[in-house]
């Protein structure tokens, strides 16, 4: 694979492309799009992310084995985030999970801006 | 074992020829890297969830960091992931003296990212009272933005408790990308990489990447995410 040698070029205009990008979502930051200045950054980051993992790291000359560990790696990032997210804001969902819900988790108190336990049960 | 420079290269006892030792050994790089970004996705994962439970306050922090820094580290990582892809490719094709100044500049922007990082960015969120536990006391610039977006002041101390994980564990990993730079270029001097087993180079190329990948996130989820308008 190493064998590979790819033009000087194509790292230039791989290069290039990421500080585009970079200017781009630093700019977008600045524009009110509402929830969509989250989604705006995130793909972007993905977009440079693939650059550097399809150019940079040569993904293309890495053996099969390689892309399985590769997709494994984010196969359990999508886990790890996805099964933490569904537990914790599926909660309220149901009384017991309600109960639970407010033992565990430090609640934002506006009024006196104070993080205290907020326990079952109690003022 | 085809080409004639492949039979300088010493391979190990226990791989077949170069091709499967080049294999194994990239392969154990990216297996690494697989490991590090569930190192990396826990503190991405605390993130998400914090975020969303205190999503104004979480905004408020990031209104607090300075974009001049995230954007000019993402533009340094961005220049020294080219020299080190560059440096690959002049390992590829034998040419030491052009690795050895590609490999130099790499080490000069890594560097440059810790050492601005920590003199420069870091140092002056100590000061402005903006690193908690350490000397956490907001100034009234930065209570009037905590007020703006009606935030609690605990939670906002959150974000700057990851701001410092996340932003510290990739420090972390450039000191050691540095120090493998180190390493890699008394390798080239001493003729081991062009002369022999030009893969390190490769391997650590991977490395360095990863990290740049990491910052690629973390600039838009610190410094940008919810947008940087008031």
């Not at chain 1, 993905?46 to 494994?72: D, E, N, P, W």
């Not at chain 2, 569930?38 to 205190?54: E, K, T, V």
């Not at chain 2, 890594?110 to 601005?116: E, M, P, R, T």
């Not at chain 2, 908690?132 to 906002?156: G, T």
Request: hydrophobic share 55%; net charge positive.
């Amino acid at each position: 694979m190493s064998e590979h040698v790819l033009p000087k070029k194509l790292y230039f205009a791989v290069f290039l492309s990421l500080i585009v990008l970079t200017a781009i979502t630093t700019g977008v930051a600045f524009i009110d799009l509402g929830p969509f200045n989250t989604v705006v950054a995130l793909v972007i980051a993905v977009i440079k992310a693939s650059l550097v993992v399809l150019f940079f790291m040569h993904l293309k000359y890495q053996t099969g084995m390689t892309r399985v560990v590769i997709v494994a790696a984010l196969l359990w990032l999508a886990v790890l985030i996805g099964i933490t997210m569904s537990d914790v804001f599926t909660r309220h969902w149901t009384e017991h999970g309600k109960a639970w819900q407010r033992g565990s988790v430090i609640l934002p108190d506006r009024s006196t801006g104070s993080t205290a336990l907020r326990l079952p049960g109690r003022a | 074992m085809a080409d004639a420079h492949v039979t300088a290269v010493p391979v190990a006892h226990q791989f077949d020829d170069f091709e499967q030792q080049t294999n194994a050994d990239t392969f154990g790089m990216w297996l690494f890297l697989a490991t590090e970004v569930l190192f990396f996705g826990g503190l991405f994962c605390g993130y998400s969830l914090y975020r969303n439970l205190y999503f104004d306050a979480f905004t408020a922090g990031s209104h607090l960091l300075k974009v001049k820094y995230g954007a000019f580290y993402t533009v340094l990582l961005i220049c020294s992931s080219l020299t080190m892809a560059l440096g690959v490719r002049s390992a590829q094709l034998r040419r030491r003296t052009a690795l050895t100044i590609y490999l130099i500049l790499t080490w000069i922007m890594g560097f440059a990212f810790v050492y601005i990082k920590l003199r420069y960015e870091w140092y002056g969120d100590y000061l402005e009272g903006l690193a908690p536990a350490v000397n956490w006391a907001p100034s009234r610039e930065s209570m009037e933005m905590i007020n703006h977006f009606h935030a609690a002041v605990p939670h906002v101390a959150l974000f700057f408790i990851f701001y410092f994980c996340m932003t510290g564990l990739h420090a972390l990993h450039m000191i050691v990308g540095v120090g493998l730079l180190t390493t890699l270029l008394i390798f080239t001097r001493q003729g081991k990489v062009t002369g022999g087993n030009y893969n390190w180079v490769e391997i650590v190329g991977l490395y360095w990447h990863f990290v740049d990948i990491v910052w690629i996130f973390l600039f838009p989820l610190l410094y940008l995410i919810g947008g940087r308008y008031v």
